[in-house]
């Protein structure tokens, strides 16, 4: 759906900074695309575009998943919750537990935000396993809300995170794939 010219620009601009956090790692450095306003702004063009009439609500995972999300959101005119880590959020709220490379880790929503039937978008900035955004659908349905679409900027192919979500939901959409 994206553009060559938006899909060239931003191969030009993501940074690969190879082994951090971690030996073999390789972190893809979306920063930069923020000190290019009119670049940003064409990303959520796209995402947007790739959403609009389709969902009624976006979910964004924390913290990156709000860089860009609050303002697919804004775009579509429909209402941004926020998924977060566990502890940061007062009660009352919503939680989902899910495995780690090592040990297990939580995400939560604020209960009563997502009403039940709202078709909904899970947006992050990247996809790797799969495994944050998978317990990120999982917290949705808990709450009746209808997963209906995937987005993110990268995919890491590799690591076919995408065959997590397919249960949930077929559109799953990723401008720039590694
Ligand atoms: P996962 O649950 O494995 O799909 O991991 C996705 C989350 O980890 C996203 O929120 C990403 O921001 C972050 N992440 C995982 N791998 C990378 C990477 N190679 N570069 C940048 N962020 C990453």
């Keep these: ?10 191969e030009n601009t993501v940074l690969n900074i190879p082994d951090f956090p971690k030996p073999g790692i390789q972190f893809k450095d979306i920063s930069p695309i923020f000190l290019q306003p009119k670049l940003y702004e064409a990303v959520i063009e796209d995402l947007a575009a790739f959403s609009r009439g389709k969902i009624d609500v976006v979910c964004g995972i924390e913290s990156r998943g709000y860089l860009f999300g609050i303002a697919i959101a804004v775009a579509l005119g429909v209402p941004f919750i926020l998924i977060r880590k566990k502890g940061k959020l007062p009660p009352p709220f919503v939680s989902q537990s899910y495995e780690l490379e090592y040990g297990t880790s939580e995400i939560e929503m604020r209960e009563g935000q997502l009403k039940a039937g709202q078709r909904v978008l899970i947006h992050d900035d990247l996809l790797a396993t799969g495994g944050t955004t998978e317990a990120a659908a999982k917290l949705v349905q808990k709450q009746g809300g209808i997963v209906t679409q995937f987005s993110f900027l990268i995919g890491l192919k590799a690591l076919q995170g995408e065959s997590k979500l397919l ?12």
């Design 1 to 10: 759906m994206a553009s060559k010219e938006l899909i060239t620009a931003l």
């Design 167 to 178: 249960p949930y939901a077929s559109e799953i959409y990723t401008i720039l794939d590694y």
